[in-house]
């Protein structure tokens, strides 16, 4: 049976570069990076390699505003808690969109906790926040303000550079959850106008376990983790040398790929946005249907559940996910979905569709072929979708 | 490793008594879409064994495959046996559910003795002709 693998949003495949560069830290370079002996070195050697390439993949000069972490969960915690807790004196006042990852608003959350108050700006039907919301959301006691620069729900790329333009002058600490973007589409922090961004490695055709936090220097952090001083003091603990190692040398390899990689997959995403909707009847493309990752196509299929679908499709070799109560393991609904405008009971029907380097033209007509009968066999048992054609075709 | 055991899945892929039935005895409808799952369940009854079953499902792999096992446990029985059928009796002939999916979408036994029920009240409204 064929294999297709359409869950990159999830997890993408390590690069075999990306492994053999990895491999000697996982053997003879086992060292640890803050010992000054020569198995230190060369531990401490892969890591600042690795912190080049990310800060040159990124467009940062000053390697030592990258710190690693072991993921873009930790990158999120880190920059929303501690960001806060280092600009506190200024006030106490942050800013998220309501579709951020659960990592950001779980975070700011947790500031409230920690008496800060916190204003979720809305999103518009295609998950676009309005840089005007975000200024009407600005306070006198606001240090922070959190924006994903793409969603991976949905895929939308939020207008950061526009709300950079608003918070600056504000004197507002702006951070930017690039976890869907980086190494997937060309960025510059400088360009963005951020403050501070997050990344993972496992987005890029890297290894799991290994992110990266940038913090522009003068930016005050407070650490999470207390212990030893790895990271310039900003982060404690043993570095994941193999993870990081790996994630440098997947960003690397997207700095030269990525124009073409999202070209081709644009592509490909562009067709399955069209050729499913043309297919089957009552699909909701979700997120904006330009301002979108490449590679990114997601949707509500009516009338039916986003499990149900995700399992057949994986009878069918197919790997996908969805945003449905049912997938979820909290049994509730997207967030994001949600505040996209859409009903629970049509969030249901999500199903996210992501693209990856190793994916060709025949992967995407082999989905447009299987998934129709699949939503069909499951209407066919859907008393929601009886009642629809009862209602709207003067039944049978 | 698999989230949903062999039987699960069996019954996901193969749904037995999906549909409906033309002027039923009873119809019994739970659930519904916020929460996630949704089922009807059609009931034929004739000498007070469920003749006929018919359900249709709104909802995820679990949902399914548990409306179409408490189908399969409630045929030909008679009303009594089929009141029985709980959540737990049919969470074990499906080899367990997750922990998650055990209150969510095990909703068939709730159904079918809602349809049950309807038959129960049309009966009394019929008896009085």
């Given at each position: 049976m064929r294999k297709v693998y359409l869950d990159n949003a999830s997890a993408t495949p390590l690069l075999p570069e990306v492994r053999q560069a990895m491999l000697p830290f996982l053997g003879e370079h086992f060292g640890n990076p803050s010992c000054l002996h020569e198995w230190g070195d060369a531990a401490r050697e892969?890591?600042?390699?690795?912190?080049?390439?990310?800060?040159?993949?990124?467009?940062v000069t000053d390697t030592e505003?990258?710190?690693?972490?072991?993921?873009?969960?930790?990158?999120?915690?880190?920059?929303i808690k501690g960001l806060a807790m280092g600009q506190q004196a200024k006030g106490k006042h942050v800013v998220v969109s309501a579709v951020e990852h659960f990592s950001v608003l779980n975070s700011a959350q947790t500031l409230e906790k920690w008496g800060f108050?916190?204003?979720?700006?809305?999103?518009?039907?295609?998950g676009l926040v309005d840089p005007q919301e975000v200024k009407k959301a600005i306070r006198k006691d606001t240090i922070l303000v959190s924006i994903m620069h793409a969603n991976t729900e949905i895929g939308t790329i939020e207008p950061i550079k526009e709300i950079a333009k608003i918070t600056k002058p504000a004197g507002i600490v702006l951070h930017t959850d690039a976890v869907g973007t980086v190494g997937t589409l060309p960025l510059n922090v400088r360009d963005l106008g951020v403050d501070a961004l997050s990344l993972a490695s496992n987005q890029f055709y890297g290894p799991k376990g290994a992110g990266a936090l940038w913090v522009r220097r003068g930016v005050r952090i407070i650490p999470l983790f207390d212990g030893g001083v790895q990271e310039g003091g900003r982060r404690a603990g043993t570095e994941n040398v193999p993870a990081i190692v790996g994630m440098g040398k997947a960003a690397e390899i997207a700095k030269g790929a990525m124009a073409e990689r999202a070209q081709r997959l644009s592509a490909l995403r562009d067709r399955l946005l069209t050729e499913l909707p043309r297919k089957i009847e009552r699909v909701i493309v979700t997120g904006h249907p330009q301002e979108r990752l490449p590679g990114h196509a997601s949707f509500c299929v009516e009338?039916?559940?986003?499990?149900?679908?995700i399992m057949l499709l994986s009878s069918q070799g197919v790997a996908v996910t969805s945003g449905s109560a049912c997938t979820s393991r909290a049994l509730k609904a997207s967030h994001v979905l949600i505040a996209t405008g859409l009903t629970h009971a049509i969030a249901q029907g999500s199903l996210l569709l992501s693209l990856g380097v190793d994916n060709t033209a025949e992967d995407v007509d082999y989905v447009v072929e299987v998934l129709p009968p699949i939503v069909d066999r499951l209407r066919q048992m859907s008393p929601l979708y009886d009642k629809y054609i009862k209602q709207t075709k003067g039944g049978r | 490793m698999p989230v949903y055991s062999e039987k699960v899945m069996e019954h996901f892929m193969h749904p037995r008594n999906v549909g409906e039935i033309e002027n039923p005895d009873g119809v019994g409808e739970v659930g519904n879409p916020v929460c996630g799952d949704m089922m009807t369940f059609y009931i034929k009854v004739k000498d007070n064994k469920l003749e006929d079953i018919k359900f249709k499902t709104f909802g995820c792999g679990a949902a399914i495959a548990v409306s179409s096992m408490v189908s399969e446990m409630a045929m030909g029985k008679t009303i009594e046996e089929a009141l029985t059928i709980t959540p737990?009796?049919?969470?074990?002939?499906?080899?367990?559910?997750?922990?998650?999916?055990?209150?969510c979408s095990n909703l068939g036994a709730q159904a079918l003795h809602k349809a049950i029920e309807d038959y129960y009240s049309k009966q009394k409204v019929g008896g009085k002709k």
């Open positions: 892969g890591l600042e390699s690795a912190r080049s390439q990310i800060a040159d993949l990124i467009g505003e990258i710190i690693f972490t072991s993921g873009g969960t930790e990158s999120n915690n880190f920059a108050e916190m204003t979720t700006v809305p999103v518009d039907r295609y009338f039916i559940e986003g499990e149900a679908m | 737990k009796s049919v969470a074990d002939e499906l080899e367990g559910l997750p922990k998650q999916k055990f209150h």
